[in-house]
């Protein structure tokens, strides 16, 4: 497919490579990470440019890799007006995404205590297929939980009121509707809360050395100020609940599809005008998951300060735990930008991608106001995670949007074949990172081999302006599902 270099880090696919596009694709990657792309990824991202009212591009970004619907990396702002709404363009793990805490606490401390620590953690946060949480729900409290989000686990004593403020969205995603959610998908959230499941969710206790701080001021406001500090990483999202969201609404779309003349080539960009009862019935459920999903990084947020706490002897607060902020990574949300000389509200899906709003907007918190969004990148358990801050360039380019993580190469069908569990363990643990795993399968999946150079994905967002470097994290214990 044709690919016309728009500068380094920007390439390019016209609407005349397929009939039917009715904007131009953008990729964004350096050379190597573009010619290192499967060929699926093009196909996806310029399936997704024929959707009806999308505005500008249909976007990819350098950590891209062939997914459901929308290629993972995938970014597509739709008008609210002419405009659909697609599972395929979010995804199953409805707000998969990240949460960094920090401590005080330093390497030299945790060190001695890391084995514990871990074991600690992996006893108290349920991870693996079907693990089920600590927290009970009745009907009437699920729903609560689905329209309020992680406010509800402050109410219930499951963090702490300033939480709310270092959350995406404070939390909490407008719009929710509990009653558009089905019973299945009830049945399988209920005693999900508080767990990490299984793929490539992980809980991770990761060190930030001085040499890896490339903007010292910028790292000092988002709370790092001490030599080889230690913090928390937490990558998990809706589990089963939002699993099930989109498989009910998958089916509803392809079978309405016909009744508003909508077609697409791929069963699985099913779609429904978002004007629609069904595209507004998806668009209130998908808002609960997003909500049981921020709950969900809450509930382990509050495990990992009580297991700390019992570690260390000492309460959360004493130990600095706070939140450095939370983003979202699998989600459509309504958001404004300039387009032709005017604001416009638009359903922005981000599918495998990372807000990353600039200084001065005001969805920011204001403690990060001036120096903009924090942006949390993960690794792969073998490799460095980034932390980075949003641009206005990327308000202006792409939404506000930019990767999200690694992005993988090889299927986990592969990684298996490629790698043993109980290898990988040793090896990794001879690099000094601890690991705790539910299954030495799912551990092998996750190897580092199977993913992209993160460091490459990260340079090439930020030579590219869409969101800037501050510092890198390296990880010293990990837990797998």
């Not at 945790?110 to 927290?135: M, Q, S």
């Not at 010292?216 to 969201?245: W, Y």
Request: net charge neutral.
């Amino acid at each position: 497919m044709k690919k016309i270099k728009i500068s380094d880090h920007i390439w390019e696919i016209p609407t005349t490579e397929k009939e039917g596009m009715r904007v131009p694709a953008r990729i964004y990657g350096s050379q190597s990470l573009i010619e290192s792309m499967d060929e699926g990824v093009f196909e996806q991202v310029t399936n997704v440019a024929k959707l009806p009212g999308i505005r500008k591009y249909a976007f990819c970004m350098p950590d891209g890799h062939w997914g459901y619907g929308f290629p993972i990396g995938g970014v597509a702002a739709f008008s609210l007006e002419e405009g659909v709404i697609s599972p395929g363009g979010i995804g199953f793990d409805i707000n998969c995404g990240v949460r960094l805490l920090k401590t005080d606490l330093t390497l030299e401390e945790v060190e001695p205590k890391k084995r514990e620590l871990l074991d600690l953690l992996f006893r108290i946060i349920p991870a693996g297929v079907g693990a089920k949480g600590f927290v009970r729900l009745t009907n009437e409290k699920f729903r609560e939980l689905m329209v309020n989000g992680a406010g509800w686990c402050v109410e219930n004593g499951y963090g702490e009121p300033e939480d709310l403020g270092r959350i995406e969205q404070g939390g909490k995603l407008p719009g929710a509707k509990p009653e558009k959610v089905s019973k299945k998908a009830f049945q399988r959230g209920m005693n999900q809360l508080g767990t990490l499941g299984s793929g490539n969710h992980y809980l991770e206790l990761q060190v930030v050395k001085p040499e890896n701080i490339y903007d010292g001021e910028k790292a000092r406001v988002l709370g790092f100020d001490k030599p080889n500090q230690i913090t928390v990483m937490i990558h998990c999202g809706s589990r089963g609940f939002g699993h099930q969201v989109a498989t009910d609404y998958l089916f509803e779309f392809n079978r309405v599809m016909p009744k508003y003349g909508l077609f697409t080539e791929d069963k699985e960009l099913a779609c429904a005008p978002y004007t629609s009862v069904e595209g507004q019935d998806y668009h209130g459920a998908m808002a609960c998951a997003a909500n049981n999903a921020f709950a969900n990084r809450q509930v382990i947020t509050h495990r990992v300060r009580e297991g700390f706490s019992r570690i260390f002897g000492k309460s959360p607060k004493d130990l600095g735990m706070e939140i450095v902020y939370d983003v979202a990574h699998n989600i459509a949300k309504i958001e404004a930008y300039e387009l032709d000389g005017k604001k416009e509200k638009l359903l922005v899906h981000r599918k495998g991608a990372t807000r990353s709003f600039g200084s001065g907007h005001p969805d920011v918190p204001e403690r990060y106001r001036s120096i903009g969004q924090p942006v949390i990148v993960g690794g792969s358990m073998e490799s460095p995670s980034y932390l980075l801050v949003g641009t206005t360039r990327a308000e202006e380019e792409t939404f506000g949007s930019t990767c999200h993580g690694a992005g993988r190469t090889m299927s986990r069908s592969k990684a298996k074949k490629m790698v043993r569990g109980h290898d990988l363990k040793r090896t990794m643990e001879e690099h000094g990172i601890l690991v705790r795993a539910v299954s030495m399968p799912g551990l092998a999946e996750e190897a580092g081999v199977a993913y992209k150079n993160i460091s490459e994905v990260v340079e090439a967002v930020d030579s590219a302006g869409l969101s800037k470097k501050v510092l890198q994290l390296l990880p010293i214990a990990n837990i797998k599902g």
